[in-house]
C-alpha cells in the first residue's frame, strides 16, 4: 500500500501545493501517442502476415491486408515484411514520445505509400498509409522526447536480437510454403536455407514456381534490415553512459562538506558512474543513473534542504525531456516527504537502515553474548585488526587490499549503486575507513597476512556508512563480526559516533510476522520474504544487522504510478547488479575503471559467519 507522505518539513522547506500543480510529473501517457503506437503495432502485425503467410491473403483479413504496403509478388512479401518489422520497431519509441521514432514512422509511411502505387498501383493503400501519417503530424508537439543514454554495445544487442528473429521469422517464411515444396527438406535443410538467404544465398531448399523468388526476396530483406540497423548503431554518434565529471565531482564535495551529515547515503553521489542535475541556485543536486528507461536516484538530495524543491525540478524536467520513468530509490522520511509534496509522486517505505550509536554500543550483556563470544574466539585464533583512514595508508597496501577485494568477490558480477561507492583507496577519498583483518601466524598467501577487508564512506563530520565487506574464503567464519566491533571499538579515536551498517529490506514486516499475534495476511508475506531470501539477502541481512542492536531508520521508494513499479524494481535490480544483462565474463572487455563495489554482505559470507 503506497501512502503520500505531505506536511511542513522540519528542516524548513515551506510548504507549497501550489507548485506541485506546477511541477512536471514525467511524461503522463497521452491519448493520441498511444494510438498511434498501437496502430503501428498493429499495421505492423498485419504487414508480417500479409507478406509471410501465403492464406492470410485470401483469408477475410484479404480487404485490409491487401492495401497494406505491398501485399502480393516477390517484391511485395519483401517489403511488407520490412515495413510490418520497422513499424514494430518503431510502436515502442512512438510509445515513449521519442522525437527519432516520429521522424523515422513520417519517412517510412510515405515511402511505404509511394512503393505500394509504384508496385500495385493502389491509391486505397496511399490513403490507409497517409491515414495512420496523418496524426503523427497533427500530434508532432508531443513527440519530443530526446534519445536515451546509449553506447556501442546496442549494436551488438541488436545484432543478436535481431539475427534471433529473423532466423525465427525465416523458418516461419520457409515451413509454411510447404505444399509447393520440391521433396521433403529436413530441418537441418531449411535452417540452412533461412541462414543462407539471410546473406542473400540459394540454399537447398527449392519451390515450384514464383515461390523460390518470394521466400528469397523476404529472406534477404531480413537480413538486409539486420544489417542495416546493426551498422546504424554501431556508427552513430554514442552518448555513453553517465559519468561523473571532475567538475560535477567537485561541486557535490563542496556540498557534502556543507550538508553531509543529513544523509548517510550522501558520499555514495559520488560514484563516478552517475550523472546529475543541480538546482538553479546550485545549492542542491540529484544524482541518478538511467537503467532502462528509469531515471533512478538514490538517497535524498545533496546540498541545503531549502533548496532541493528546484534540483528535484530539474531532475524531473530531465526526465520529461527524455520520456523517462523518475524513480527514487532509498530517501529517507524528510527526502520522501519533499520529493512527494513538490512532485504528486507516492511513496512506499522499502525497509530500514541498521545505524549504531558509537556512545550506545557495547559488547556487554546477554543480548551480544553471540557476537561477544565468536569475537574473543576468533581473537584467540591469532587474529588481529587494524582501522585506519585511507589517507593512513601507504599505496603498496592499498593495492594489495584493492586486489584481495576483487579476488574476494563472491559473484561473477559486482553488486551495489544506491549504496556502494565503487572504489577502494582514490586519493580524494582520504577520509573513508579501512577495517583490516590479518592473521601472522598462517601461512602468507598472495596478500600477505591479510584476511579480510571492510570499506566505509564519510558521513558527514562524525559518521560512517559501510560500503563493502569482503574475506578470505579459507578465514574462520566472523571476519564480517570481527571488523565491525573492531570499527565501533575505534571510532571515538577516530572522531566517529555514529555507524550506518547495511540496508535491510522489508525489514518490519520480517519483525512483526515472527512475532506472536501476527495475522495470516503479514505471516504469508513473511512467508514469501523467506522464500525469496535463497536468492536475495532479505532475511539473512536482517538477522545479521541485528545483531549489533542498531535503531532503524526507514527508507522509501518513490515512484509515480503502481502499475510502473514492476518496471522499477527490474532497474533497480539492474542499478544493483542482482540481475546482469551483460556479456559473459570472460568476453568482457575490462573496464579502465573501478568496478563498483557491494554495500553489505554476500549470502555465502553470512552463512559462514
Known amino acids: 500500500m503506497s501512502v503520500r507522505i505531505d506536511g511542513e518539513l522540519s528542516g524548513g522547506v515551506p510548504n507549497r501545493p501550489g507548485r506541485a500543480r506546477r511541477l512536471l510529473r514525467g511524461p503522463s501517457p497521452e491519448a493520441a501517442p498511444a494510438l498511434v503506437a498501437r496502430a503501428c503495432?498493429?499495421?505492423?502485425?498485419?504487414?508480417?502476415?500479409?507478406?509471410?503467410?501465403?492464406?492470410?491473403?485470401?483469408?477475410?483479413?484479404?480487404?485490409?491486408?491487401?492495401?497494406?504496403?505491398?501485399?502480393?509478388?516477390?517484391?511485395?512479401?519483401?517489403?511488407?515484411?520490412?515495413?510490418?518489422?520497422?513499424?514494430?520497431?518503431?510502436?515502442?519509441?512512438?510509445?515513449?514520445?521519442?522525437?527519432?521514432?516520429?521522424?523515422?514512422?513520417?519517412?517510412?509511411l510515405p515511402a511505404g505509400a509511394l512503393?505500394?502505387?509504384?508496385?500495385?498501383?493502389?491509391?486505397?493503400?496511399?490513403?490507409?498509409?497517409l491515414a495512420l501519417l496523418a496524426p503523427l503530424l497533427r500530434h508532432r508537439s508531443e513527440f519530443a522526447a530526446l534519445p536515451d543514454p546509449r553506447s556501442r554495445w546496442r549494436a551488438l544487442a541488436n545484432f543478436v536480437l535481431m539475427g534471433a528473429g529473423s532466423l525465427v521469422l525465416g523458418l516461419v517464411i520457409v515451413s509454411v510454403h510447404s505444399d509447393r515444396m520440391t521433396g521433403d527438406p529436413s530441418l537441418a535443410d531449411r535452417i540452412q536455407h533461412v541462414l543462407y538467404g539471410l546473406f542473400g544465398f540459394s540454399g537447398p531448399v527449392d519451390y515450384t514456381g514464383p515461390t523460390s523468388w518470394t521466400v528469397a526476396f523476404s529472406l534477404g530483406a531480413l537480413g538486409l534490415l539486420t544489417a542495416v540497423t546493426t551498422v546504424y548503431l554501431a556508427f552513430r554518434p554514442e552518448h555513453p553512459a553517465a559519468r561523473l565529471t571532475p567538475d560535477d565531482e567537485s561541486r557535490l564535495r563542496a556540498l557534502l562538506e556543507r550538508h553531509g551529515g543529513r544523509d548517510s547515503l550522501g558520499h555514495f553521489a559520488l560514484r563516478r558512474d552517475k550523472a546529475v542535475v543541480f538546482s538553479p541556485s546550485g545549492k542542491a543536486a540529484v544524482t541518478y543513473r538511467v537503467v532502462s528507461g528509469v531515471m533512478l536516484a538514490s538517497g535524498d538530495p545533496i546540498g541545503d534542504v531549502e533548496a532541493w524543491p528546484g534540483a528535484i525540478e530539474r531532475f524531473m524536467d530531465e526526465a520529461k525531456a527524455h520520456s523517462w520513468t523518475p524513480a527514487v530509490m532509498g530517501c529517507s522520511e524528510t527526502g520522501g516527504e519533499v520529493w512527494t509534496r513538490e512532485t504528486g509522486l507516492d511513496a512506499l517505505e522499502l525497509g530500514d537502515e541498521a545505524v549504531v550509536d558509537v556512545a550506545d554500543f557495547s559488547l556487554g550483556g546477554r543480548p551480544m553474548r553471540n557476537v561477544r563470544q565468536m569475537v574473543k574466539r576468533i581473537e584467540r585464533a591469532g587474529y588481529e585488526t587494524r582501522v585506519r583512514r585511507v589517507r593512513d595508508l601507504g599505496e603498496g597496501e592499498l593495492d594489495r587490499i584493492r586486489r584481495a577485494a576483487e579476488?574476494?568477490?563472491?559473484?561473477?558480477?559486482e553488486r551495489g549503486f544506491s549504496m556502494a561507492l565503487g572504489r577502494i583507496g582514490d586519493p580524494a577519498d582520504g577520509d573513508c575507513l579501512i577495517a583490516t583483518a590479518h592473521r601472522a601466524d598462517a601461512e602468507p598467501g598472495p596478500y600477505g597476512d591479510l584476511k579480510a577487508v571492510l570499506h566505509f564512506v564519510p558521513w558527514g563530520a562524525d559518521g560512517v556508512s559501510l560500503d563493502l565487506m569482503r574475506r578470505d574464503r579459507s578465514a574462520d567464519p566472523g571476519m564480517n563480526e570481527l571488523l565491525i566491533v573492531a570499527a565501533l571499538q575505534a571510532a571515538p579515536r577516530l572522531g566517529v559516533a555514529r555507524v550506518s551498517l547495511n540496508f535491510a529490506m522489508f525489514r518490519s514486516a520480517l519483525a512483526r510476522g515472527e512475532k506472536i499475534g501476527a495475522g495470516p495476511v503479514l505471516r504469508a508475506w513473511r512467508g514469501l520474504l523467506v522464500f525469496l531470501s535463497r536468492w536475495f539477502q532479505i532475511e539473512s541481512l536482517y538477522k545479521f544487522n541485528a545483531k549489533f542492536r542498531p535503531r532503524w531508520e526507514p527508507r522509501f521508494v518513490v515512484y509515480r504510478s503502481s502499475g510502473e513499479l514492476l518496471r522499477i524494481?527490474?532497474?533497480?535490480?539492474?542499478?544493483?547488479?542482482?540481475?546482469?544483462?551483460?556479456?559473459?565474463?570472460?568476453?568482457?572487455?575490462?573496464?579502465?575503471?573501478?568496478?563498483?563495489?557491494?554495500?553489505?554482505?554476500?549470502?555465502?559470507?553470512?552463512?559462514?559467519?
Open 41 to 108: 503495432t498493429l499495421v505492423g502485425l498485419l504487414d508480417v502476415c500479409a507478406g509471410v503467410f501465403p492464406r492470410f491473403r485470401h483469408s477475410r483479413m484479404h480487404s485490409v491486408a491487401e492495401v497494406l504496403p505491398g501485399a502480393l509478388g516477390p517484391f511485395a512479401a519483401a517489403l511488407s515484411l520490412s515495413a510490418g518489422v520497422l513499424l514494430l520497431l518503431l510502436a515502442h519509441g512512438l510509445r515513449r514520445h521519442k522525437r527519432r521514432a516520429w521522424r523515422a514512422a513520417v519517412v517510412l
Open 115 to 129: 512503393a505500394q502505387f509504384a508496385y500495385r498501383h493502389s491509391l486505397l493503400g496511399v490513403v490507409i498509409s
Open 407 to 413: 579476488d574476494w568477490r563472491g559473484t561473477d558480477t
Open 569 to 609: 524494481g527490474l532497474a533497480a535490480m539492474q542499478a544493483e547488479g542482482f540481475v546482469q544483462l551483460a556479456l559473459p565474463r570472460l568476453l568482457r572487455r575490462r573496464a579502465a575503471a573501478p568496478r563498483p563495489c557491494p554495500h553489505g554482505v554476500t549470502e555465502r559470507e553470512i552463512r559462514a559467519a
